[in-house]
């Protein structure tokens, strides 16, 4: 609405601009006032009786014309922001993992040098060779030391599979999806923000934002929306989005603390009240500038999962 509101008044002023300045030109070259109606049917009586009029009469209205209606468009016309975000390349965890798994066999190898041993006996038979029985003593070796240490290895296999359990869950949620999309929204990608995964990303018209989680604290959440907010800042000028944020079962329901994130107790409650803040139809004129929107906050959302 500001922008349209923009455009009004900068049209306004580049008409009354240039009409002074066409004012002005024909009064002291031709002597003929673009205001009078005399002077109009003056022009029209010396055309219609084919009395010669000066080319430059004619050359002077049509660049007039042209200079009124090109600094109109130039003014008016829809401007599409081209924003380039900076990629961060994360690759320095995958190395980390391969030396653990590969510095445990030399200690369970150790043992090898006993083969002389049992190898010097099968020397006489050169058949046997390729078959050097050499895994049944690795195993050998391998089985005291595991007797030998039981509580070493099985706080490890304790520990491995809690962290998967906890982060399955939280990923999807497709009826906070079908809310949103009754509800005349446009659902985007979930993204992680920092250490915070959220539920459900939604844009509707006139730059509104709906970013929620399940299971989280309100502080989570607003710290997850001011990151966002600190983006849109950095990369867009004169533009405001509005971003509404709401929890569904937060620890922290009952404090009084983030009172501007909306808390509810189940998925019922969040689509009772949607239902009754729906997504305002798009106007038929504003397509464009929602199709920009969306782009850019799809380049927002790979932003965010890359850093």
Not at 98 to 124: K, R
Not at 155 to 182: C, G, H, K, M, Y
Not at 220 to 226: D, G, K, P
Request: aromatic letters at 8%.
């Amino acid at each position: 609405m500001k922008n349209k509101l923009d455009n009004f008044l900068l049209g306004t002023l580049w008409l009354s601009a240039t009409t002074l300045g066409a004012c002005f030109w024909f009064n002291t070259r031709f002597g003929f006032n673009l205001f009078s109606a005399s002077h109009w049917k003056h022009l029209a009586y010396m055309q219609a009786a084919q009395n010669p009029v000066s080319p430059a009469f004619y050359i002077s209205m049509t660049i007039a014309v042209i200079v009124v209606i090109l600094g109109l468009y130039l003014l008016i016309r829809p401007r599409f922001r081209k924003i380039r975000l900076p990629i961060r390349h994360v690759s320095g965890t995958a190395p980390t993992t391969t030396p653990t798994v590969i510095s445990q066999p030399p200690t369970t190898s150790q043992p090898v040098p006993a083969a002389p041993a049992t190898a010097s006996l099968t020397t006489p038979a050169p058949a046997p060779i390729p078959e050097m029985a050499r895994p049944p003593r690795l195993n050998v070796a391998i089985t005291p030391t595991l007797v030998g240490t039981p509580p070493q290895t099985q706080p490890q296999s304790t520990t491995i599979p809690t962290p998967t359990v906890q982060s399955a869950p939280q990923t999807d949620w497709p009826q906070l999806r079908e809310i949103f999309i009754n509800t005349g929204y446009t659902v985007k990608t979930a993204p992680r923000i920092g250490t915070t995964q959220t539920a459900l990303l939604a844009i509707g018209t006139d730059e509104t934002l709906w970013l929620g989680g399940v299971g989280i604290e309100k502080s989570a959440l607003q710290n997850a929306i001011n990151t966002m907010n600190q983006v849109f800042s950095d990369t867009l000028d004169d533009i405001y989005i509005n971003v509404h944020g709401f929890v569904i079962a937060a620890p922290d329901a009952g404090t009084t603390s983030e009172s501007d994130i909306l808390t509810f107790d189940s998925i019922n409650a969040l689509q009772t009240y949607m239902a009754s803040h729906p997504n305002p139809p798009l106007p038929a004129d504003d397509s464009g500038n929602f199709d920009a929107f969306s782009a850019y906050i799809s380049t927002v959302i790979d932003y965010l999962g890359k850093i």
